[in-house]
Nanobody
Framework: EVQLVESGGGLVQPGQSLKLSCVGSGYTFSRYAMSWVRQAPGRALEWVSNINPDGTYASYGDSLKGRAIASRDNTADTLYLQLNSLKAEDTAIYYC?????????RGQGTQVTVSS
């Protein structure tokens, strides 16, 4: 059974940074591309980032381009999302997804709140 567990969210002030983590289990983590999506209150799910299986290539949606860095440690079955220069509009639940473009099983999410 695929399990994805996100962590690292929290309450931060505008301009600060957070690093989200996602541990995958129940499958061969290193063989699959992964993605991040987010859902803000009252809004649809939004794709944030894709990363290829070996972590050598990542792509980003317009909303976080230049402020987010996706990475992975396949020895630890862990996916990361570094979020920098956070804005109030980045407030959302962030989910990791087994697969590209937010299509596939996802975890329970981690809440990121950006507020002064």
């Amino acid at each position: 059974e695929v399990q994805l567990v996100e962590s690292g969210g929290g309450l931060v002030q505008p301009g600060q940074s957070l690093k989200l983590s996602c541990v995958g289990s129940g499958y061969t983590f290193s063989r699959y591309a992964m993605s991040w999506v987010r859902q803000a209150p009252g809004r649809a799910l939004e794709w944030v980032s894709n990363i290829n299986p070996d972590g050598t290539y990542a792509s980003y949606g317009d909303s976080l381009k230049g402020r987010a860095i996706a990475s992975r440690d396949n020895t630890a079955d862990t996916l990361y999302l570094q979020l920098n220069s956070l804005k109030a509009e980045d407030t959302a639940i962030y989910y990791c997804v087994k697969g590209l473009n937010g299509v596939g099983p996802r975890g329970q999410g981690t809440q990121v709140t950006v507020s002064s």
